[in-house]
C-alpha cells in the first residue's frame, strides 16, 4: 500500500515557477515508478512526466519538455516537480502517482498507475 499527498500548488502568473512535492509512505516507494499527471476542467487526464525507480531516467511530454524537471529522494520517499516558465495552459489539477509493476519500465497511460494523490491545483494567469 503507498499513500501519495502532493503539496506546493498555487497561484502564479505567466512566466513563473511553482515547486511541487509528493510525499509517499509505504516501503514499497523505491520499488515504484513514480509519475505527475495533470487535469484541466473538462479534459482528460494527462501525463506530464515520470522518473524511473533510481532515478537516471526521466520522461516528459513535449508540452513541458525543457521547462519542467521531475526528481526523486528515495531517502526520503518523495518525488518533485519543479515548474517554470508556466503558462495559462498549465492550469490544472495536479496528481502524483504510482506503479508498482516492476516488469515495467516507464508508462505514460493513467491505468499503469496504481496509486493516486488527492491531486494540488496550480492556476497560471496571463
Known amino acids: 500500500q503507498v499513500q501519495l499527498v502532493e503539496s506546493g500548488g498555487g497561484l502564479v502568473q505567466a512566466g513563473g515557477s511553482l515547486r511541487l512535492s509528493c510525499a509517499a509512505s509505504g516501503r514499497t516507494f523505491s520499488g515504484a515508478v513514480m509519475a505527475w499527471f495533470r487535469q484541466a476542467p473538462g479534459k482528460e487526464r494527462e501525463f506530464v512526466a515520470a522518473?524511473?525507480?533510481?532515478?537516471?531516467?526521466?520522461y516528459y511530454a513535449d508540452s513541458v519538455k525543457g521547462r519542467f524537471t521531475i526528481s526523486r529522494d528515495n531517502a526520503h520517499n518523495t518525488v518533485d516537480l519543479q515548474m517554470n516558465a508556466l503558462k495559462p495552459e498549465d492550469t490544472a489539477v495536479y496528481y502524483c502517482?504510482?506503479?508498482?509493476?516492476?516488469?515495467?519500465?516507464?508508462?505514460?497511460?493513467?491505468?499503469?498507475?496504481?496509486?493516486w494523490g488527492q491531486g494540488t491545483q496550480v492556476t497560471v494567469s496571463s
Open positions: 502517482a504510482a506503479d508498482l509493476d516492476l516488469a515495467r519500465i516507464v508508462a505514460i497511460s493513467t491505468t499503469a498507475y496504481d496509486y
Open positions: 522518473i524511473s525507480r533510481s532515478g537516471g531516467s526521466t
